[in-house]
């Protein structure tokens, strides 16, 4: 799992320098989220973006609000990209972790934790889109983990705030 998390990190900062990056929702988060923190106005029928209203839970107009002030306000793009790179490979290792305690039980092949390397769509969520898909999944993995090791409270936190 080390050496695969190694060629994670390189694999990820290959796409953010080589693969163009695709504007579909970041703008729209951007918007969505500059209401609460220019003018405290946490009316959801005030909060658009490009793609319509905020269909998210509060929980997405904080974490998206970090990110707008960590990003200049959502224009530092490549920054908001490394950023997810933290979380998908944050993500990485809760996945590897839930495959180690699915083999101990299962005699799942260790050889199969390279399958989640090789997924498009997967770095495509997190480093070139930057969904919020990504921190939702995060969370649920790790209240998964939780969950196996028995800490009721944690995995119920974390599972309120992945949905």
């Known amino acids: 799992a080390i050496l695969l998390f190694v060629m994670e990190v390189v694999l990820n900062f290959l796409i953010i320098r080589r693969v163009p990056y695709t504007e579909i929702d970041w703008q729209a988060y951007m918007s969505e989220v500059q ?5 405290g106005d946490f009316n959801y029928s005030h909060l658009r973006g490009g793609t ?3 269909v998210y839970p509060g929980g997405f107009v904080w974490l998206y609000g970090l990110f707008f002030t960590w990003t200049a ?3 530092d793009v490549r920054r908001a990209q490394y950023m997810f790179m933290g979380l998908y490979l944050a993500t990485f290792l809760a996945a590897c972790a839930l495959y180690a305690k699915s083999m101990r039980i299962s005699r799942f092949p260790p050889a199969f934790l390279a399958l989640l390397c090789i997924s498009k769509r997967v770095h495509s969520i997190f480093v070139l889109r930057m969904f919020n898909d990504g921190p939702a999944i995060l969370l649920l993995y790790l209240s998964i983990l939780c969950l196996i090791y028995k800490r009721k409270v944690p ?8 949905v």
């Open 35 to 39: 209401p609460v923190l220019k003018q």
């Open 52 to 54: 319509g209203p905020l």
């Open 73 to 75: 306000e959502g224009q």
């Open 155 to 162: 995995a119920c936190v974390l599972y309120s705030l992945a």
